[in-house]
């Protein structure tokens, strides 16, 4: 039995809808529209029911030789469009390769990680550890081994941002020193800055931000004495704000250090003749300090007869203010690309 008229007519049409077909998209309309569920290939097998039993299967091959050969021109059609859609393609989406690039913006260290790495090389280079703390810290390390008990008034200095009743925002990085020495279980020596954020209850202005930076340091040894602790921040002063620098002790209250001291360094602005930097008085406080408190070395399992210690606590924002002549602390935190962007001069320039 050869092809019925009807088939090689459908045959003949669809060849001609496939080589139609203008897209990938037509053609997909062509296919369903020929070998779909209720295409007219689909559509042909369904005489098959009105013919003789002997004629049936000569039949149904033939209808599926009509479907092999519309699959074959839509494989092959399907390959010339996709390669001339890519011809296409290529031709329309050339790279111009003499624009010029979009420009990458190199940042600028930022000048508080600038300062806290400038105390912390000073500080390697004399034997010194880097420890980290904690920012959220327990009460009893921010304050109590720091012998300020719970009702003690010198808390009121650092106004604090509680969690709970037994934790906070540490205030300050001294609750690095407690911890250390717990941990180093009475072993001297202890030499170690802990640099860090800390916050405080503040309200925000030039001076003051709710989250600021210290680092802290302790030395903790026999024999150790406050010759030791001022000749170290000397030459922290010096290498700071240069080498004609004098520090000055002024005596203070902290309750973790015993004696404690409040220290400035000469004016570099006006070499100590008195400028609007120094308020007129031709010295600049930059940290507190002081021997460690018994209690403190006690606290943390350190015998005290045996062990003397000095800490000191600073705050870089403040140094790198100073050095730097930055005007508002905010300047730090609000991320101003235009302020972070001068940075990049100085590192340039290859400055400190
Ligand atoms: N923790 C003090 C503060 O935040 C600073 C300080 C003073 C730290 C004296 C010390 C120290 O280690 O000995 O105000």
């Not at 809808?17 to 209720?38: F, M, T």
């Not at 550890?129 to 009460?139: C, L, R």
């Not at 808390?155 to 717990?182: G, K």
């Given at each position: 039995?050869?092809?019925?008229?009807?088939?090689?007519?459908?045959?003949?049409?669809?060849?001609?809808?496939?080589?139609?077909?203008?897209?990938?998209?037509?053609?997909?309309?062509?296919?369903?529209?020929?070998?779909?569920?209720?295409?007219?290939?689909?559509?042909?097998?369904?005489?098959?029911?009105?013919?003789?039993?002997?004629?049936?299967?000569?039949?149904?091959q033939q209808v599926n030789e009509v479907r092999q050969a519309i699959e074959t021109e839509i494989e092959s059609r399907q390959e010339l469009l996709a390669k001339e859609q890519l011809e296409q393609q290529l031709a329309t989406e050339k790279i111009d390769v003499t624009l010029p690039s979009r420009k990458m913006a190199i940042g600028?260290?930022?000048?508080?990680?600038?300062?806290?790495?400038?105390?912390?090389?000073?500080?390697?280079?004399?034997?010194?550890?880097?420890?980290?703390?904690?920012?959220?810290?327990?009460?009893?390390?921010?304050?109590?081994?720091?012998?300020?008990?719970?009702?003690?008034?010198?808390?009121?200095?650092?106004?604090?941002?509680?969690?709970?009743?037994?934790?906070?925002?540490?205030?300050?990085?001294?609750?690095?020193?407690?911890?250390?020495?717990?941990?180093?279980?009475?072993?001297?020596?202890?030499?170690?800055?802990?640099?860090?954020?800390?916050?405080?209850?503040?309200?925000?202005?030039?001076?003051h931000s709710h989250q600021f930076t210290q680092i802290e340091g302790l030395v903790v040894d026999e024999n150790i004495k406050m010759s030791d602790l001022k000749g170290t921040l000397e030459l922290l002063a010096k290498s700071l704000f240069g080498d004609e620098r004098e520090i000055r002790l002024r005596p203070s209250y902290f309750p973790f250090t015993e004696p404690s001291v409040e220290v400035d360094i000469s004016c570099f602005k006006c070499k100590g003749k008195g400028c609007n930097v120094c308020k007129h008085t031709g010295w600049i406080e930059i940290l507190g300090s002081g021997m460690v408190h018994p209690n403190v070395l006690e606290k943390a399992g350190y015998d005290s007869t045996k062990y003397t210690g000095f800490a000191f606590g600073m705050g870089p924002d403040r140094i790198a203010m100073l050095k730097y002549g930055i005007e508002d602390i905010r300047h730090f935190y609000t991320n101003d690309v235009r302020f972070l962007n001068q940075f990049k001069a100085v590192e340039d320039r290859g400055e400190q």
């Open positions: 039995m050869v092809q019925t008229e009807e088939m090689s007519q459908l045959q003949q049409q669809a060849l001609i809808d496939i080589n139609e077909a203008a897209n990938e998209k037509e053609l997909q309309d062509v296919k369903v529209k020929y070998l779909g569920k209720k295409g007219s290939v689909s559509g042909l097998m369904k005489h098959m029911k009105d013919l003789p039993n002997e004629e049936k299967p000569q039949y149904g600028a260290k930022h000048p508080l990680t600038r300062t806290i790495e400038e105390i912390e090389d000073l500080f390697l280079g004399l034997g010194y550890e880097i420890v980290d703390g904690y920012e959220v810290e327990q009460d009893y390390y921010n304050f109590e081994a720091l012998n300020l008990p719970k009702s003690h008034p010198a808390r009121d200095m650092q106004d604090s941002f509680y969690i709970t009743e037994e934790i906070l925002m540490r205030t300050h990085t001294s609750p690095v020193q407690a911890r250390t020495m717990e941990k180093r279980n009475g072993k001297a020596p202890v030499k170690i800055i802990c640099p860090g954020k800390v916050y405080r209850r503040d309200s925000d202005d030039a001076t």
